[in-house]
């Protein structure tokens, strides 16, 4: 099994130009998630999705979109980079708590610099 | 909202060390996960936990749901463990995850 795939690891935009960040999973996981990580502060949510149709915002969504088309696939779109968005992305996918599945994969990390 | 709070910070020990990392979270959960992210980026998933306590290796990780509190204990500790240590609280419903800021531990050879 590969887990949970993210790409691209490194991405340098300039304000304005929008950008999609892949994650992709092969463990059949219903939750995926993504997050941003800033010195200083917690992970925190950005989106996530509880199966294929669903999604929902989380703590900081502003500026970001997702969609899930696929049980798979749960990609981050970025619709006009802004300096603030720059920030350390990761995906995470898990199975449902209550079917004691819940352990959290997560991706390797995109690091996205907006100039 | 669940405000998940981490104790210490930053913490510093030498090797063999018995290590105490706390968490605390301000409303009722269904889960409770402990996470390792070792300098370089990756998260690595270590413990989930609902009840009770949990053992891997030198890592043991135990949760009072009444007090809303946990701990992930490490025995031994070695500079191989030297890595910031985050926990993180699962909604009910929901699923969604509130983190803490993390812990930095560093173990000195």
């Known amino acids: 099994n590969a887990g949970v795939t993210q790409t691209p690891k490194f991405q340098v935009l300039k304000t304005g130009q929008s950008m999609t960040l892949q994650c992709a999973q092969d463990?059949?996981?219903?939750?995926m998630s993504w997050y941003r990580q800033d010195p200083g502060m917690g992970l925190r949510l950005i989106h996530y999705s509880v199966g294929a149709g669903i999604t929902d915002q989380g703590e900081v969504p502003n500026g970001y979109n997702v969609s899930r088309s696929t049980t798979e696939d749960f990609p981050l779109r970025l619709l006009s980079a802004a300096p603030s968005q720059t920030s350390v992305y990761f995906c995470?996918?898990?199975?449902?708590?209550?079917?004691?599945?819940?352990?959290?994969?997560f991706g390797e990390g995109s690091r996205l610099t907006v100039l | 909202k669940n405000e998940v709070e981490q104790s210490p910070q930053n913490l510093t020990a030498q090797e063999g060390e018995f290590i105490t990392i706390n968490c605390s979270y301000s409303?009722?959960?269904?889960?409770l996960h402990w996470l390792q992210q070792h300098p370089g980026g990756g998260i690595v998933s270590l413990f989930m936990l609902s009840s009770g306590k949990k053992k891997h290796g030198r890592l043991i990780a135990t949760i009072n749901i009444q007090e809303k509190h946990s701990s992930l204990h490490i025995t031994a500790s070695h500079p191989r463990d030297s890595a910031v240590y985050i926990c993180a609280a699962r909604d009910f419903g929901n699923e969604k995850l509130t983190f803490g800021t993390g812990t930095r531990l560093t173990i000195i050879p």
């Open positions: 463990m059949n996981h219903e939750y």
């Open positions: 995470a996918s898990s199975g449902r708590r209550r079917t004691n599945t819940g352990e959290l994969f």
């Open positions: 409303v009722g959960i269904s889960a």
